[in-house]
């Protein structure tokens, strides 16, 4: 049971990023696969999350229109695409699987299973 998330850098505002989160193929077939941050001195928090079936999609309301999550099933592989980056979105991104279904899909205790974080730092 593995998550292995990577692709976060140094980027300027305004700029973009993609994280990868590649998953052992149990987790990434059955799951709900979530992206959290953490920024310095916050408590973590939910960004986005994907179904399943990759069908339905739900982000926070400060990322939504500016970050996309998509999921690769053949490549066991959930992406976040962030555009149009902030100062703000400085943080630890990791990401998350559950099999319990989309139920509180934001809830942090909701996942079972965690990767190591990668750190997006975006200067202004």
């Known amino acids: 049971v593995q998550l292995q998330a990577s692709g976060g850098g140094l980027v300027q505002a305004g700029g973009s990023l993609t994280l990868s989160c590649a998953a052992s193929?149990?987790?990434?077939?059955?799951?709900?696969m979530g992206w959290f941050r953490q920024a310095p001195g916050k408590e973590r928090e939910f960004v986005a999350a994907?179904?399943?079936?990759?069908?339905?999609?739900y982000y926070a309301d400060s990322v939504k229109g500016r970050f996309t999550i998509s999921r690769d099933v053949a490549k066991n592989t959930v992406y976040l695409r962030m555009n149009s980056l902030k100062p703000e979105d400085t943080a630890v991104y990791y990401c998350?699987?559950?099999?319990?279904?989309?139920?509180?899909?934001?809830?942090?205790?909701?996942?079972?299973?965690w990767g190591q974080g990668t750190l997006v730092t975006v200067s202004s």
């Open positions: 998350a699987a559950t099999v319990s279904g989309t139920d509180y899909y934001n809830l942090e205790r909701k996942y079972d299973y």
């Open positions: 193929g149990f987790i990434s077939s059955r799951s709900l």
């Open positions: 994907i179904s399943r079936s990759a069908g339905t999609t």
